[in-house]
């Protein structure tokens, strides 16, 4: 017979605690809801030293007014916070640091707060746990830094406290099932209270409390690149990436990065790869947010399918008046979910493009240079060889079989392009013998040189030379000249082996323009199927109200 034990193991701690929040919060609330003013003593009340909290800092949506009510909490009694949270992108996240209230911090991308978090972190001020991709931040909330406490945004509540996010769910759904699951606390910033919402994204067993903000929550328009900047050698970049990767490999399925290098290629389809008669052959299903410089392609019938990571503004009635392109809900407007879209860049995607700040001789690739810690977002996921993938798709095969070099097992192989002029602003050489990043991994103390996209990831680089296919390459050395033999007229390109190229080239694994039947006197703006935010707007049919900052008429 089992002797019961001296010290019997307690299994509700962690429900014990979040009822002992849950009581001491009360006095702060009319059920679940929060007045603006009592919301600091909220925050005073729930959150405890030493806590992970997560703020909801998407790519676009901010839970800014959540934010600066931290800000306005007693150091003395929320201290020694673990910041845990998608993207640094207010200055109220780094002030919060600053005022010392935060020990450590892991995000996955700091945007503008970049130059500044380098600062602190080479004060000593913060300690980085590590810089994730999303879909691996998101990961961990599920296992090892599940959120104490949970700041989110939404559009609206009902009296209840459920929510509705509307088009930019995002980061949310990850967010708060991690936390309330596991006895969390989640506090929602609302725009309004209505009686009854649209449809419910997030039921109210799963939010603690709610507060309706006294001004909508920031939305940042990420994705929207005025057509009218797009210069003519991005325009012939994306002639080469058209005709010699797309075309070349038949790709249907993929994501772009952000950028004009890859806005230009969604302006050329209906019209460069129109005339090439790729339409139904290349773009036809998408991992991407919904980018205006998309409306023609769409207009086109090139685009067949569009799952998104978030929103972005002005697009809204054009999406709910397209419901075969987007996920569309009954009430009309678009469900996003930043995690899914990850997992669909990840596996279900054959290609991703985009560009960078650096790439080595190896083609590592990094957006952290000296005095600045960007992190990554979601490149190394979208940028990254799925291993784990067992469906098949031309593309995907044909990749697989040009990468075989040893053994007999045949796989298949995610295509992943990095497309960057070869000078960046001020003349900033593209590539480069040693990544910045080195040194930014010993000033901040890192155990890895922060790389965005490993090398042997890497299987074609693009760039207003021509385009290399690494896929082909059959020793280190060849790889390194077919990345040099299209690094142009920098330190890195200058210094290739002008033979070994021209024999790369003779095997297809370096091609210019030429050798692709591309005249460079035919890139030119007329190329656009928009050529700027006006004719975005026309060619949507009214629908696309894009925000203020880019109306020019």
Not at 415 to 430: C, K, S
Request: net charge negative; charged share 25%.
């Amino acid at each position: 017979m089992n002797q019961p034990s001296e010290n019997p193991i307690i299994w509700d701690t962690q429900m014990r605690n979040c009822a002992g929040r849950l009581d001491r919060g009360a006095a702060f609330a009319h059920g679940r809801e929060v007045s603006t003013d009592d919301i600091t003593k909220l925050l005073e009340a729930v959150i405890e030293p030493g806590d992970r909290v997560c703020i909801e800092g998407n790519n676009q949506k901010q839970a800014d007014f959540l934010s600066r009510s931290l800000l306005k909490t007693d150091p003395s009694r929320v201290r020694d916070l673990h910041l845990l949270q998608s993207v640094l992108a207010l200055p109220e996240h780094l002030d919060i640091i600053e005022r010392g209230q935060v020990s450590r911090i892991d995000f996955s991308f700091s945007g503008q707060q970049a130059g500044r978090l380098a600062a602190l972190v080479e004060q000593g001020r913060i300690t980085i746990g590590a810089i994730h991709t999303y879909l691996e931040l998101f990961s961990r909330y599920f296992i090892d830094l599940t959120p104490k406490v949970a700041l989110i945004a939404a559009q609206a509540a009902d009296r209840e406290g459920n929510l509705y996010t509307g088009p930019n769910t995002e980061d949310t759904p990850a967010i708060v099932e991690a936390t309330a699951f596991k006895n969390g606390i989640v506090i929602a910033q609302v725009n309004e209270v209505v009686d009854k919402l649209p449809r419910v994204d997030i039921p109210a067993d799963w939010v603690s409390y709610f507060v309706k903000a006294p001004t909508p929550h920031y939305i940042e328009p990420l994705f929207t690149r005025d057509p009218s900047h797009i210069t003519e050698i991005q325009i012939l970049m994306a002639m080469i990436a058209i005709k010699g990767l797309y075309a070349e490999y038949g790709i249907t399925r993929l994501n772009h990065g952000i950028g004009f290098d890859t806005a230009a290629i969604e302006l050329l389809l209906p019209t460069y790869a129109a005339e090439l008669g790729l339409k139904g052959k290349i773009c036809t299903h998408w991992a991407l947010n919904p980018h205006p410089t998309l409306i023609p392609a769409i207009e086109a019938g090139f685009v067949q399918s569009v799952h998104s990571f978030g929103s972005e503004v002005g697009m809204e009635r054009y999406i709910s008046a397209r419901p075969d392109i987007f996920f569309v809900g009954r009430d009309g407007t678009m469900r996003s979910n930043r995690a899914f879209s990850q997992a669909a860049g990840h596996y279900a995607c054959d290609l991703f493009i985009g560009s960078t700040l650096q790439i080595d001789m190896e083609g590592n690739s990094s957006t952290a240079t000296k005095g600045r810690i960007a992190g990554f977002g979601g490149a190394p996921n979208m940028g990254s060889d799925a291993r784990g993938r067992r469906h098949a798709s031309p593309a995907w095969l044909r990749a697989g079989r040009e990468a075989l070099r040893n053994g007999t097992m045949p796989r298949g192989r995610k295509l992943v392009a990095q497309i960057v002029e070869t000078n960046r602003e001020q003349m900033q050489p593209a590539f480069v013998e040693r990544l910045d990043a080195w040194d930014l991994a010993e000033s901040a103390g890192m155990e890895l040189p922060p790389v965005m996209i490993y090398g042997d990831d890497i299987t074609h680089i693009i760039t207003e030379e021509g385009i290399s296919n690494l896929l082909l390459c059959e020793s280190a050395e060849e790889r390194e000249q077919a990345i040099r033999g299209v690094a142009g007229y920098t330190a890195a390109g200058m210094a290739r082996d002008r033979r070994m190229v021209e024999n790369l080239r003779d095997r297809g694994i370096v091609r210019y323009p030429e050798d692709l039947g591309i005249s460079k006197r035919h890139a030119t703006r007329d190329l656009l199927a928009a050529r700027n935010i006006k004719e975005l707007v026309h060619a949507s049919g009214g629908l696309y109200t894009p925000p203020r900052q880019f109306r020019n008429w």
